[in-house]
């Protein structure tokens, strides 16, 4: 062992160890045996300790014992975050053989477990598994959606708003936090709540969410710790010509090394031209879809877009219109060389 400064003031060694009484090895060479419980000495074989606890990871199944085939584990499952309680509550089997009991046993012990709250979260969560499903959003959009309404339940905020209304808005939000670009256009057209409440709702959300995140690294600053950055809050922004180009053209089946890259490029040197400005970002991807599937030899109808789209065909025409007086200014060169693009397949106006 080290030796101790005389200097050093004395203080109590809380450092506890085990060391075998007849070899005094320093470090001790000691052996667990978990199959028999003991604390073995590995070099003259002398048993320490005995009952001590296994805490490695529990690998055993106990599928043989049982008739049901289902499997049971030694452990639950791990914990919901987005529900309420422990939930360490015990389930009573459904099934006893036929006579009955256990199915009444378990209906009755799941009104006296689950509470109202618990029931409304799940209903909800179910609701918005559902329309995300419906849309194909990724898992990380469907889980923070479900994180912010229940942020939402918590403080109770929002009761004078319908379930309807607060679900479509945190749809939404979670799009613009994880980055799938959605309108408010789409939302009202999967969840058929009208735009305007669905504004409202959004802005109402987006600041009470900002609120709660920084009361929470308010309170990690005071307690002494240190803020993940990954766990902030992003401000949101507007949806993007550029991305509505890309998720329309694939549904279009445009090429995505030609007329994708080219209707993005177009509709980014829109944006910084301000061509089409006060125009919505769908009629803005729509009119660059329009352009670019038509310069690159792919050319799609207004009708074809519009259905992708979400807009009217005379809206795309429209958008075309002044998208066309100033093509020689949006249109690079370069996508023109070796025969890949022609100016002259451009619809007339």
Known sequence: ?????????????????????????????????????????????????????DTRSEWRTFSNDDQGNDDPSRVGDGANPLLNGSQLQTTI?????????????????????????TKSLLAAYKEIGTLCEAWDLPRTVTDTAKHIYKMVVDAGAFKGKSQEVVIAGCILLA???????????????LTKVPKKEIGRIFKALEAF????????????????????????????????????????C?????????????????AQRMSNHGSLAGRSPLSVAAACIYAASHLMREGKSAKE?????????????????????????????????????????????
């Open 1 to 53: 062992m080290a030796d101790i400064s005389a200097d050093e003031p004395w203080r109590e060694n809380l450092n506890a160890s085990m060391v075998c009484r007849e070899c005094k090895e320093y470090p001790p060479n000691l052996v667990e045996e978990f199959s028999s419980g003991d604390m073995v000495c590995g070099s003259c074989g002398l048993v320490l300790g005995a009952r001590i606890v």
């Open 93 to 117: 089997s459904f099934s006893d053989g036929g006579s009955g009991r256990s199915r009444d046993l378990n209906r009755i012990q799941s009104k006296s477990v689950h509470d109202k709250t």
């Open 175 to 189: 799009c613009r936090q994880c980055g799938v670009s959605r309108t408010f256009r789409e939302i009202f057209a």
């Open 209 to 248: 969410v900002k609120r709660k995140y920084a009361e929470a690294e308010e309170k990690i600053k005071q307690s002494g710790g240190v803020v993940n950055p990954n766990d902030s809050f992003n401000a949101t922004t507007t949806t993007k010509a550029t991305d509505l180009c890309r998720r329309f």
């Open 250 to 266: 694939s549904q279009l089946g445009l090429n995505k090394s030609t007329t994708t890259r080219v209707a993005e490029a177009l």
């Open 305 to 349: 877009i519009s259905q992708v789209a979400g807009v009217s065909d005379g809206t795309i025409r429209t958008s075309y219109k002044l998208l066309e007086v100033e093509k020689d200014k949006l249109i690079d060169p370069d996508w023109l060389k070796d025969g890949k693009g022609d100016m002259k397949l451009l619809p007339k106006v």
